[in-house]
Nanobody, 114 residues
Framework: QVQLVESGGGLVQAGGSLRLSCAAS????????MGWYRQAPGKQRELVAT??????NYADSVKGRFTISRDNGKNTVYLQMNNLKPDDTGVYYC?????????WGQGTQVTVSS
């Protein structure tokens, strides 16, 4: 069974940075795409960024501030978040599509204070 384990969340002031990591239990070469979603209190889960076969995609709200990357050798996907804003607050979930199956991590909390 595939497991995705997120880490790196926390509390940060506006303008600060965090780096999220998502470690997969299997070889991530078989996961395509992989990405990050987030869910703020009272809101629906939304796409933040995805990476697949060398291409990346970002939500307009994070373009220029967030960078997604993957290290296939370490079976890990990262989300570097810079210039964080209070609106970035939420639970961040790692996502992967593997042979047609959706895989989700348990989530990591990111809180940005103003």
């Amino acid at each position: 069974q595939v497991q995705l384990v997120e880490s790196g969340g926390g509390l940060v002031q506006a303008g600060g940075s965090l780096r999220l990591s998502c470690a997969a239990s299997g070889r991530i070469l078989s996961f395509n795409p992989m990405g990050w979603y987030r869910q703020a209190p009272g809101k629906q889960r939304e796409l933040v960024a995805t990476v697949s076969s060398g291409s990346t995609n970002y939500a307009d709200s994070v373009k220029g501030r967030f960078t997604i990357s993957r290290d296939n050798g370490k079976n890990t996907v990262y989300l570097q978040m810079n210039n964080l804003k209070p609106d970035d607050t939420g639970v961040y979930y790692c996502y992967a599509l593997r042979y047609g199956d959706d895989c989700w991590g348990q989530g990591t909390q990111v809180t940005v204070s103003s």
